[in-house]
């Protein structure tokens, strides 16, 4: 059975900087489009980066521009989200999830998604 697992999240000041990580067992991720979402309380759910291997390309939302990245591990079968100058706007609960295709992500038509892990940012 295909899981995935998101793993970092935590409580983090202003400015500051952690890393996600979404693992996936029983699936080999390197042959997914794999997208980081995020939702915080009472607002929708918002794409936030994706990154497919096998199409070569990257969609970065623009609270993602200059201040996060996405990068991969093939041999722990891992997707990383490195989130750097954070702001209290970023507080949400992160999700990763994946389709065959990047266009899947948009359209919303996962094949995998995980459970979340919260991110809070707070002095």
């Known amino acids: 059975q295909g899981r995935l697992v998101e793993s970092g999240g935590g409580l983090v000041q202003p400015g500051g900087s952690l890393r996600l990580s979404c693992k996936a067992s029983?699936?080999?991720?390197?042959?997914?489009?794999v997208g980081w979402f995020r939702q915080a309380p009472g607002k929708e759910r918002k794409g936030v980066l994706f990154?497919?291997?096998?199409?070569?390309?990257?969609w970065y939302g623009d609270s993602a521009e200059g201040r996060f990245t996405i990068s991969g591990d093939n041999a722990k079968n891992t997707v990383y989200l490195q989130m750097d100058s954070l702001k209290p706007e970023d507080t949400a609960v992160y999700y990763c999830?994946?389709?065959?295709?990047?266009?899947?992500?948009?359209?919303?038509?996962?094949?995998?998604w995980g459970q979340g892990t919260l991110v809070t940012v707070s002095s």
């Open positions: 999830a994946t389709g065959r295709r990047q266009m899947d992500l948009f359209a919303g038509n996962f094949d995998y």
């Open positions: 029983g699936f080999a991720l390197k042959d997914y489009a």
């Open positions: 990154f497919s291997s096998h199409e070569y390309v990257t």
